[in-house]
């Protein structure tokens, strides 16, 4: 009888103490929560409400259209432009910024001399701001010879200066340009914190087996840095995605579309259109994809980090 | 037991505290702060309180003449207007143009309009009035008489009217056309300027042979090449066909738009603009002009004055700076004296305070728009005031757009926004080969079937 009681207040213990850890984690998510609703969830949910609406984005929502707004946009071919653009940046990214970064990083991270100075370099383009960095590049590219350095150099060269921003042809290669110069110095961090982790032995047995460098990269460094370079993907892929600020103030998406992005697209249309209602139907449409992205990414990808 | 009791409490005082704060916090979050009411609640203050701590109406003002000697001259009036006004703090806010453009869009949809800001009228400003984000200022201009309405030009008060209420007044009118630099084209032999279409096309092969850039042009921000494919439809069409448009009695997809359009690419096909000017900003092309490295520039009564400021020893080309109107178009149904063009105005906020009203009263005064007319950066719109023009291309301009017989607004302004919008891009598109006229003019006509309804 008397174990009997014991035990259950022992169990009254311990259902109070469960009690009592919830509550501590829940205060400390609360204030973190509470501005994750009001300044994530809400707006969502809000844009998902004003996306079934003709709306100007001021006066009262009156003209309900269903799923009006997302037909429109699945049959504009200026959307369909900015999926393209927006894939061109992500396969551009991986393919020539990644390894550049990587090479870099390998490069700076190691014995080499002057180190310390090279790392400040070149990270610090990923220090300034998009719009200034934006700005700057605006006038490198100046199309006159006698304000653009770019095209001061060809011309000094014997060659014929381009037009760049303002030729539908190279403007996304330019914008690519800059994304890179912009970026790759935050990617040649993640690399650098990613060899720091491997450790010296590793390669000594490796080298001691007789490994050459070439081997090592591709058989003990790369392996060993996979964790390092998977986050790098998954953000280079989510940035190309939802970049805004570098586009937008270089070319507004321009010469027609020819630089345009999810983003900027959707900001014409909310801002410069006053088509609000359609502009937040884009924002859930970007939403999406990134989510359905990010999701496919993360099952398929991070999983093998526990398998 | 104690302490699950003490976080009980924390927590239910935490969610009580939170909530709230984000209910409240909302549907209000992007406002800024408004000004302080009339000052009808005005306290006796303790005597000793210096005068300067009581509550001032605060009246803000947006305006976007960034250029040095404008700029000066409206912080200037604020000064002296406040001077004899000690109850009136007046906070200017100066902003490039296409940035205020977007920020007054953020702010309009936040529902908290600045007390008086740049307004061009016409649609974009019958959007606001629309949503009643606008203070109706009929009242005022009618007060004693009408006394303060009669001193405007009535085509220009007109302009910033919607359903004859006045949302808004002007303080600027003037039209487009073409600015040209005299010595680029003595150099290229043209002797006087263009008249009609044909010569104006003779005239830019003629500068194209002397190695001369014909043209600068902004088509980055897309307007300034928007004013090229409008006025020829203004030649083209004249008020008829933007009327029947206007009214859905007639179609964007008319003849004489199209027509705009297939002008404009026989232009274009000379190659007249400077190289890149696809992305080209208006900042880029008065640079051009400032510079003398091109010979014309289509563009508004302001542009001497950004031109100079554009110019590395704001001087811009000085003397060499001469002004034609657009040339008419053989076979056009348009007056040759019709003008498009436009001005600028302040439009007034809902929350406007009759202090901010009666400072819009003084800024459009006729000493103020005098002195304003000295600087040579715009055009008085109140009766007398064009005695201030110095400039004589000013004076012709002005007594050009006075007298026209048709005065078409500037299409991104006379149309809603959204349509304004499309006519802009399609004009790009027409200009970078992505668009045919016929296309672009589609894609006007849609956007206008949509929002003209």
């Known amino acids: 009888m008397e174990s009997l009681t014991r035990h259950q207040v022992n169990r009254q213990s311990l259902s109070t103490q469960r009690l009592s850890t919830a509550l501590t984690a829940w205060m400390f998510i609360l204030p973190a929560l509470a501005l994750f609703v009001v300044f994530v969830v809400y707006p969502m949910i809000q844009s998902v409400y004003y996306s079934l609406f003709n709306w100007k984005g001021f006066g009262s929502l009156e003209d309900y259209v269903g799923f009006g707004n997302y037909q429109r946009i699945l ?3 200026a959307f369909l432009r900015t999926l393209s653009n927006g894939i061109a940046l992500v396969v551009l990214s991986l393919m020539l910024q990644l390894p550049l970064s ?33 700005i700057m590049w605006v006038g490198l590219f100046n199309p006159d010879p006698d304000r653009g350095l770019f095209n001061a150099i060809l011309v000094a060269m014997g060659l014929q200066p381009q037009t760049w921003l303002g030729n539908p042809q190279q403007v996304l290669g330019c914008i690519f340009a800059v994304l890179t110069w912009k970026y790759f110095g935050f990617h040649m961090l993640l690399y650098m914190a990613g060899l720091q982790n491997i450790p010296r032995e590793v390669e000594e047995a490796a080298l001691i087996d007789g490994a050459s460098g070439w081997q090592m990269l591709f058989f003990v460094t790369l392996p060993l840095l996979w964790g390092a370079i998977r986050t790098s993907v998954y953000l280079s892929i989510l940035g190309a995605l939802q970049q805004f600020g570098i586009i937008w103030v270089m070319t507004k998406g321009g010469p027609v579309n020819a630089s345009d992005v999810m983003s900027t697209y959707m900001y014409r249309y909310s801002f410069v259109r006053f088509q609000l209602g359609y502009g937040s139907a884009v924002a859930i449409v970007m939403l999406v994809i990134s989510l359905f992205f990010s999701i496919i990414y993360l099952r398929f990808v991070r999983e093998q980090e526990y398998a | 037991m104690n302490s699950i009791r003490l976080k009980l409490t924390i927590f239910a005082v935490l969610a009580a505290l939170l909530i709230p704060a984000c209910t409240s916090m909302a549907p209000s979050a992007p406002t800024t702060s408004q000004p302080a009411p009339a000052s009808g609640e005005s306290a006796p203050q303790p005597a000793t309180a210096p005068a300067s701590t009581e509550r001032k109406v605060v009246v803000n003002w947006w305006h976007i003449s960034t250029a040095e000697d404008h700029k000066a001259l409206w912080q200037q009036f604020a000064d002296e207007y406040m001077a004899t006004h000690p109850n009136v703090d007046i906070q ?20 908290e309009p600045p007390d008086i800001f740049q307004s061009w009228g016409g649609g974009v400003m019958i ?104 006025y020829l439809a203004v030649r083209l069409g004249g008020q008829e066909a933007f009327e029947k448009a206007y009214s859905r009695e007639g179609s964007f997809t ?70 034609f109107p657009f040339p008419i178009v053989e076979g056009g149904a348009g007056d040759p004296g019709d003008a498009f063009g436009g001005g600028n105005g302040f439009a007034i906020g809902k929350n406007a305070s009759p202090e901010a009203i009666d400072f819009v009263k003084y800024l459009t005064g006729k000493a103020q728009q005098t002195r304003l007319a000295q600087i040579g950066i715009a055009l008085p719109v109140v009766k007398g005031a064009e005695e201030g023009i110095e400039d004589p291309l000013l004076r012709v301009i002005q007594s050009s757009a006075s007298v026209a017989p048709y005065f078409q607004l500037y299409y991104d302004q006379a149309l809603p926004p959204a349509v304004g919008s499309v006519v802009n891009d399609s004009v790009q598109a027409l200009l970078a080969g992505a668009m045919t006229p016929e296309q672009a003019t589609q894609a006007i006509e849609d956007s206008v079937a949509q929002e003209l309804r």
């Open chain 1, 75 to 77: 049959n504009d071919a």
């Open chain 2, 92 to 111: 200017i806010t100066v902003l490039e143009n296409e940035a205020f453009k977007s920020k007054l869009t953020t702010v309009m949809q936040s529902g």
């Open chain 1, 102 to 134: 990587l090479a870099l990083a390998l490069i700076v991270g190691r014995d080499l001399p002057g180190r310390r100075y090279f790392r400040l370099v070149l990270f610090m383009p990923y220090v300034f701001s998009e719009v200034i960095a934006a």
């Open chain 2, 254 to 323: 008319d003849a004489p738009f199209v027509e705009a359009g297939k002008k404009l690419l026989e232009l274009n096909r000379l190659e007249p603009f400077q190289d890149g000017f696809l992305s080209a900003t208006y900042g880029d092309q008065a640079t051009i002009m400032g510079n003398g490295k091109a010979a014309m520039e289509l563009m508004g009564q302001w542009a001497p004055g950004v031109q100079k400021d554009n110019s590395p020893d704001k001087q811009g080309i000085g003397e060499n700076l001469g002004w």
């Open chain 2, 127 to 230: 959007e606001y009035a629309k949503a009643g984000l606008l203070k109706d200022i009929t009242p005022d201009l009618d007060a004693d008489n009408g006394a303060w309405r009669a001193t405007f030009s009535p085509g220009a008060l007109g302009v910033y009217a919607y359903e004859g209420r006045n949302y808004g007044v002007p303080w600027d009118m003037g039209m487009v056309g073409i600015w040209y630099n005299k010595a680029l084209f003595e150099q290229a032999g043209i002797t006087s300027p263009p008249k009609t279409w044909n010569e104006f096309l003779e005239a830019v092969r003629k500068l194209k042979a002397a190695g001369i850039t014909p043209i600068a042009l902004g088509a980055g921000d897309k307007w300034p090449a928007m004013f090229w494919w409008a």
